[in-house]
């Protein structure tokens, strides 16, 4: 008994029904299954097992590949001859014997097709997971740059909103002075508004209130204070049709009689190029 099973644990007999083991171990197989009863009905179970298990999962094959397989392996069976004895003189019938792999050929038959119908199905439904991942990693990648617009959008408008109502708080107080700036001979339709306050010493450029034409890529305005007739640095900015910011904060100055623009190189110039000034506007106080 001990032994019996021990050799149905090695898998041996799998292989035997499957066909995968040689002449002499076939041999070594059958011996232990006529000398141990229950060698025999495991082989037996192993057998109906299997079939019911290609059964079961048998699947439709793409048309005529069956009758391709079929034939390949009928093509490959040994063909069975009748053994002819010598004459005598009665007539002898002989019963001829299936090959007693016919049951496992039989078997394979089911398992292969089974196996082909799982890997159809198996590569189908692969292949519908990755589309629909593609199709969900493309929503998400959509879904996060609306995401990123949108917070963009409210954080423009936000600070929109905030130069607006400094905007009106610089216009409605007296310690702000505003300083109209009109277009020069280079360029009559220019003109720009400068808010200055003299205490604290800013300087901001409205640019709500901002005609200037557009300057390209090389070069930038430049905003100069007037300081006991001679120029100051308060920085660079660009006129665009869509600014980021309403309100420009320029550098500070304390004490100016005049504020102008000049359109210089990008980065600004230590000197004011004076026939490329574009609006000027005196100080009133």
């Not at 292989?15 to 171990?25: D, I, K, T």
């Not at 076939?26 to 097992?49: D, F, T």
């Not at 959509?142 to 423009?156: C, Q, R």
């Not at 130069?163 to 109209?180: C, G």
Request: net charge negative; proline share 4%; hydrophobic share 45%.
């Amino acid at each position: 008994m001990e032994e019996s099973k021990a050799y149905i644990e090695t898998g041996i007999l799998e292989l035997y029904v499957l066909g995968q083991l040689n002449a002499h171990e076939q041999r070594e197989v059958e011996e232990m299954a006529a000398k141990y009863p229950e060698i025999k009905g495991e082989i037996s179970a192993i057998e109906i097992a299997m079939e019911q298990y290609a059964i079961k999962h048998a699947m439709q094959p793409t048309a005529g590949l069956d009758k391709q397989i079929f034939e390949k392996i009928l093509a490959e069976e040994p063909v069975i001859k009748e053994t002819v004895s010598a004459p005598a003189p009665e007539a002898k019938i002989v019963q001829l014997t299936p090959d007693k792999s016919a049951s496992t050929i039989k078997l394979l038959r089911f398992a292969l097709v089974a196996c082909i119908g799982l890997l159809v199905v198996s590569t189908v439904a692969l292949y519908s997971a990755h589309d629909k991942l593609n199709t969900a990693n493309q929503q998400i990648a959509s879904l996060s740059l609306d995401k990123e617009k949108f917070a963009a959008t409210v954080s423009f408008m936000k600070g929109e909103n905030k130069d607006l109502q400094e905007i009106a708080a610089i216009s409605s107080d007296p310690t702000w002075t505003l300083v109209k700036l009109a277009g020069t001979k280079i360029s009559p339709q220019a003109n720009m508004m400068v808010y200055w306050h003299k205490k604290g010493q800013h300087v901001m450029v409205d640019n709500t209130k901002m005609a200037l034409p557009k300057n390209d890529a090389d070069h930038q305005y430049q905003l100069w204070a007037i300081v006991n007739g001679k120029p100051v640095d308060l920085g660079v900015f660009d006129a665009t049709a869509e600014p980021k910011k309403l309100l420009v904060t320029m550098k500070e100055v304390g004490n100016a009689q005049a504020f102008a623009v000049t359109l210089e190189k990008r980065g600004g110039s230590i000197s004011p190029t004076m026939e490329k000034m574009v609006a000027m506007g005196g100080v009133s106080i």
